[in-house]
Nanobody, 119 residues
């Protein structure tokens, strides 16, 4: 139906940068919000950043000023640029999309991309 495929992530030292990308494909009429959530071991999944189709953004307090979310509506792509990474940013990062198809609307998730920040 709809797939979200993530790329990027990996291992980086504290203070470094990483970039996550996510492409949505399938029976898509419209994508409303897109964004990223993360889940560290033993913790609940939490919002990192969201962006609407109009470009409005929302960031979690811990990443404000360090992470930037952007999207290309024509390519159904959302990108998370992560700078000044900290060890506490270590988590699995999941792409999210609020997708409308023909007579339906639902949330979709990517498979997760691991981000590990060493101190």
């Amino acid at each position: 139906q709809v797939q979200l495929v993530e790329s990027g992530g990996g291992l980086v030292q504290a203070g470094g940068s990483l970039r996550l990308s996510c492409v949505a494909s399938g029976s898509i009429i419209r994508i409303n919000a897109m964004g990223w959530y993360r889940q560290a071991p033993g913790k609940q999944r939490e919002l990192v950043a969201l962006i609407t189709s109009g470009g409005s953004t929302n960031y979690a307090d811990p990443v404000k000023g360090r992470f930037t979310i952007s999207r290309d509506n024509a390519k159904n792509t959302v990108i998370l640029q992560m700078n000044t990474l900290k060890p506490e940013d270590t988590a699995a990062y999941y792409c999210y999309a609020d997708v409308e198809g023909l007579l339906w609307r639902r949330d979709f998730w990517g498979q997760g991309a691991q981000v590990t920040v060493s101190s």
